[in-house]
Antibody
C-alpha cells in the first residue's frame, strides 16, 4: 500500500517561497497508475485543492493559485514537490499530498503545518 | 471555482440516520459522476468513504452510502455510531482536470 509523508519548513516569511516535499513509499512515483496532488486546509477552514500532476508530467492548478504554484516530481528520489511563491498569511495551512489511483484522492499523507509569519 | 456548499453541522443520536448534502453546479457535481466523500479527524489524514457518487472502498462500513440528484450529492450515515463523529467533506471533479471540495460538515453524535 502506498504511503505518503510530507516534509518541509514549518515557518515561512511573507513574500518568500513555500517549498514542501512528499516522500512516497510502496511503489514508484513514476508509475502510470497514479496521479499526484496537493491539498491544503487553512486553520478553521475547509479543504482546498491546490493542484495535480499526471504521470505524463502535465500539471493542473487551482485557478486561484495558478500564478504562484508549481508541482513537480523527482523520480530519482520518489518524491513529489510543491512550491508556492509570494506567500502571505492567507497561505498558512496544513498541507497534504495525496494520490489518485482511480478517480479521486485515495491515499493522503498526515499533513504538515506551514505558518507564514515574519 | 467556488467551494461546494455543505451544512456546517449535522447531529443525530446513536442508531439514527443522518444525511449530509453537497451542492454545486452543472460544472462540477451535476456534470460528472465523480463525487467523493472524506471523513477527516483533525490531525489525521482524510479517509476516503465514498467515490464515484455511491461506491464504497474496501473496508468502509456499509452504513455509509452516497447518492446524487442534479447538482446536489448526499452522504447518508445509517445506524449512527459514536466513532462516526468527525468532519466530512465532499469533493467533485470540475472539468479540465480540476477538483473542488465542499465547505465541510461537522457530524456530532448526541
Amino acid at each position: 500500500q502506498l504511503q505518503l509523508q510530507e516534509s518541509g519548513p514549518g515557518l515561512v516569511k511573507p513574500s518568500e517561497t513555500l517549498s514542501l516535499i512528499c516522500s512516497v513509499s510502496g511503489d514508484s512515483i513514476s508509475s502510470n497508475t497514479y496521479y499526484w496532488a496537493w491539498i491544503r486546509q487553512p486553520p478553521g477552514k475547509g479543504l482546498d485543492w491546490i493542484g495535480i500532476i499526471y504521470y505524463s508530467g502535465s500539471t493542473y492548478y487551482n485557478p486561484s493559485l495558478k500564478s504562484r504554484v508549481t508541482i513537480s516530481v523527482d523520480t530519482s528520489k520518489n518524491q513529489l514537490s510543491l512550491k508556492l511563491a509570494s506567500v502571505t498569511a492567507a497561505d498558512t495551512a496544513v498541507y497534504y499530498c495525496a494520490v489518485i489511483t482511480g478517480t479521486t484522492f485515495d491515499y493522503w499523507g498526515q499533513g504538515t503545518l506551514v505558518t507564514v509569519s515574519s | 471555482q467556488s467551494a461546494l456548499t455543505q451544512p456546517a453541522s449535522v447531529s443525530g443520536s446513536p442508531g439514527q440516520s443522518i444525511t449530509i448534502s453537497c451542492t454545486g453546479s452543472s460544472s462540477d457535481v451535476g456534470g460528472y459522476n465523480l463525487v467523493s466523500w472524506y471523513q477527516h479527524h483533525p490531525g489525521r489524514a482524510p479517509k476516503l468513504m465514498i467515490y464515484e457518487v455511491s461506491m464504497r472502498p474496501s473496508g468502509v462500513s456499509n452504513r455509509f452510502s452516497g447518492s446524487k440528484s442534479g447538482n446536489t450529492a448526499s452522504l447518508t450515515i445509517s445506524g449512527l455510531q459514536a466513532e462516526d463523529e468527525s468532519d466530512y467533506y465532499c469533493c467533485s471533479y470540475a472539468s479540465s482536470s480540476t477538483y473542488v471540495f465542499g465547505t465541510g460538515t461537522k457530524v456530532s453524535v448526541l
